[in-house]
């Protein structure tokens, strides 16, 4: 994308309009951020003009680098790039900034805006995703290409990332700033608005520490540019360092950037005021006659929107390029070629399942053991899987044998082909990270650590389930049952609130076959999941295998049917599943480790008819035909109970008016699993008069 730019003419006003354009959009809508978007237009000009290998008439080109406004409420900004080059974003987009059903939403968002290549908002975000993009770039390149000389290879490609004051506020910043210092992320470049503003005033209301020195010291290379002489940002010096740092580079960059918020605006600049409100139609003429120019709004110059979009024949020659050498490297390495190109289709192997271990009724093991012994087969089957675990390798059961470390090329073992990612105490990051990586579309990625932690991870489930992207987290230590580690570390809310998370799948497995069974469903549906583990060995249940995989597949199935009263089959199981099994008496669902506590507390019953249900995702079994539910759940059943060692919130739909829900409202205890599970009432005994009250109270109901 080599093109000098010319500050004194076409870029110039090019640089003029794209500020009047988000100013003017800011204004019409009445709402948004100008400030920033008029400040930093001439680098988002830089950038989509020089310096960002990307053709807007192909914006999922494989080979593109990538661009992630992390500052996202800047949104005009980017949306204003968009238009300027010539993506699929108008004029009308534009004026339509942050209205219904507009292509420029509030904040950016994958999916919804072509150009746009991850959702950002919350600070901090969007820089810990880019960091989960370089690493996934050199992941394939290494994978793919490593001979290949830095900087030669088709599977170089760059990140470039945008971020405030606040984003590197936020504690995730420093987790990211230290992952991509460690793994020497030469592909990342971040440019620090450095504009000393956020809402409430002044950063120094906030902050006293040299970011710069704070990147330094966690391995990047760190530049800084400060202000032209006119007080606005020094381009020409940007572009100096920006050029100075090429697809070869062996540290990430941080080009800490001086501005003025809102300049040139005579009077709203480096003021608080300018960054989330519109300037004020006065402000706004007076920032026209700062600069010179008398235009209505949203005026776009015939020759300044050549010029800007002069980038699509430049990016068109840039892919072209690009393709042959694709075609090259693909001719050259058939095998790996279509292996990439499956993967980045997203299909799994035609024999995938028949791959998956098989765990047979009378063993008992833990359900983090199973998913430990399943990561092994789906390694050898899948070679775009890859994972790791923010220091809990060994606990989660995360770790691909014979894969080597995710690292720079530091001696045997490691390599940045390495399966295995050592996050350090970093979930949040790691969590973040693993969109970033997702959004890199051929990896699959899974991330470890413990249930309670999840907490740590949750802005970034929220933006996953937001994508819909496809990122597994394996939560292990999934109840008190993990024991005498105490109530720290013993989940007790994280299943419910997980579950209120809209397009977020919780996935609890039962026992080793319901978790190959889970695996596999999580891989089939490519959305994001959590498969919650447990920690304490459970016995297999007796159902069939292909039973299972059916019915973990729908959310829940029938593992043991009540004995029928009235026809079908006399022992209930042929039929499980079926409305011609007999009405039972009472329904029992659990999730995860409470089946095996209710196949146990239910052998006790032989005066009623009792089905139990494993529901190992309610948002699956949601997704079901009310035809299916009805067969699991009939709804003239309802005497139900509900069993699963967590909050009791949110089960009080499926229970039903005279159902019970047996769960855990309070915090738990450091002991032993079994006196931690007794003493929250995870027993048997509990179960047992909770499967008497509800069928007690559904007489009571039927009666009255
Ligand atoms: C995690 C998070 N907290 C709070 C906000 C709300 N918010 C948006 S921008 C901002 C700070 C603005 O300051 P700065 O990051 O320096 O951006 P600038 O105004 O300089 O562009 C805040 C608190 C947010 N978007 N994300
Ligand atoms: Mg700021």
Redesign the pocket.
């Known amino acids: 994308m080599t093109h000098a730019l010319d500050q004194t003419s076409l870029d110039h006003a090019a640089v003029t309009t794209a500020r009047l354009l988000a100013l003017d959009a800011v204004e019409r809508a009445g709402s948004g951020?100008p400030?920033?978007a008029a400040a930093l237009a001439p680098v988002a000009h830089l950038l989509f003009q020089k310096h960002l290998r990307h053709d807007p008439q192909a914006p999922d080109w494989a080979g593109r680098d990538r661009f992630v406004l992390s500052?996202?409420?800047?949104s005009v900004l980017l949306y204003t790039q968009l238009f300027l080059t010539g993506y699929d974003v108008s004029l009308d987009d534009l004026k339509a900034f942050r209205s219904f059903g507009s292509r420029t939403p509030g904040h950016p968002e994958l999916g919804h805006t072509p150009g746009v290549e991850t959702t950002t908002?919350?600070?901090?975000?969007g820089l810990a995703t880019a960091v989960g993009m370089a690493m996934a770039i050199a992941h394939e390149r290494a994978v793919n290409d490593p001979d290949a000389a830095p900087g030669e290879s088709v599977f170089d490609r760059r990140v470039f990332v945008l971020a405030?004051?606040?984003?590197l506020?936020?504690g995730l910043s420093y987790e990211a700033g230290a992952l991509a210092g460690r793994h020497r992320l030469g592909g990342l470049t971040v440019i620090y608005?450095d504009?000393d503003?956020?809402?409430e005033g002044d950063?120094s209301l906030t902050s006293s520490e040299n970011v710069g020195a704070r990147f330094a010291a966690q391995g990047w290379r760190v530049d800084h540019v400060g202000l032209a002489s006119d007080g606005d940002v020094d381009v020409e010096a940007l572009d100096e360092v920006l050029s100075a740092t090429d697809r070869r580079g062996d540290r990430p960059h941080l080009v800490v950037l001086k501005s003025q918020?809102a300049w040139p605006a005579p009077n709203a600049r480096n003021t608080?005021a300018a960054?989330?409100a519109p300037l004020g139609a006065d402000e706004v003429a007076a920032t026209r006659v700062e600069l010179g120019v008398q235009s209505e709004p949203f005026t776009v110059d015939a020759d300044v929107l050549a010029h800007t979009r002069s980038v699509l024949e430049r990016g068109r020659a840039a892919r072209e390029a690009w393709q042959v050498a694709a075609d090259a490297w693909e001719a050259a390495h058939p095998v790996a070629a279509a292996e990439l190109q499956r993967s980045r289709s997203r299909a799994l192997p035609a024999d995938l399942e028949s791959r998956l271990p098989v765990f047979s009724p009378g063993d008992t093991l833990a359900t983090r053991d199973a998913s430990g012994k399943v990561i092994q087969a789906l390694a050898e089957a899948l070679p775009e899987l890859w994972g790791g675990s923010a220091d809990l390798a060994e606990p989660n059961r995360t770790a691909i044998a014979g894969g080597a470390s995710y690292l720079p090329d530091e001696g045997p073992g490691t390599g940045r082909a390495g399966r295995n990612v050592h996050w350090g105490v970093r979930e949040g990051a790691m969590a973040s990270a693993m969109n970033g990586i997702s959004l890199i579309e051929g990896s699959r990625f899974f991330a470890g650590t413990f249930l309670v932690f999840s907490d740590y991870q949750r802005?970034a489930i929220r933006l996953a389930a937001l994508m819909q992207l496809p990122v597994t987290y394996l939560w292990s230590h999934d109840s008190v049952a993990l024991g005498a580690d105490g109530p720290t570390h013993q989940p007790i809310e994280h299943l419910a609130s997980l579950r209120a998370m809209p397009g977020f799948s919780v996935v609890r497995p039962a026992d080793g076959a319901e978790t190959a069974a889970a695996w596999l469903a999580i891989l089939e549906k490519d959305g994001p999941a959590g498969l919650v583990l447990a920690r304490q060995p459970l016995p297999v249940a007796s159902t069939p295998v292909d039973v299972v995989r059916a019915g973990v597949r729908r959310g829940a199935y029938v593992v043991q049917d009540a004995p029928a009263r009235t026809g079908g089959a006399a022992d209930g199981s042929a039929a499980a599943g079926t409305p011609d099994a007999g009405t039972p008496d009472v329904v029992v669902v659990a999730t995860g480790s409470e089946v095996a506590l209710v196949l146990e507390a239910v052998a006790q019953i032989d005066d009623l008819a009792v089905r139990v249900v494993s529901m190992p995702c309610r948002e699956w079994f949601d997704a079901e035909s009310e035809q299916y539910r009805e067969q699991v759940l009939p709804r003239a059943v309802s005497a139900r109970v509900v069993v699963e060692a967590a909050a009791s919130f949110g089960w009080e739909g499926v229970a039903g008016p005279d159902g019970v829900i047996v769960g855990i409202d309070e915090f738990g205890l450091s002991a032993p699993a079994a006196d931690a599970l007794r003493e929250r009432g995870m027993t048997t005994d509990r179960v047992v008069a909770a499967v008497r009250t509800a069928a007690g109270r559904a007489a009571t109901s039927v009666a009255s």
């Not at 500052?71 to 800047?74: K, L």
């Not at 405030?164 to 984003?167: M, Q, R, T, V």
């Open positions: 951020h400030g920033t500052c996202g409420h800047a908002g919350p600070l901090g975000q405030s004051d606040g984003d506020q936020e608005d504009n503003i956020q809402i950063t918020i608080s960054h989330g802005p």
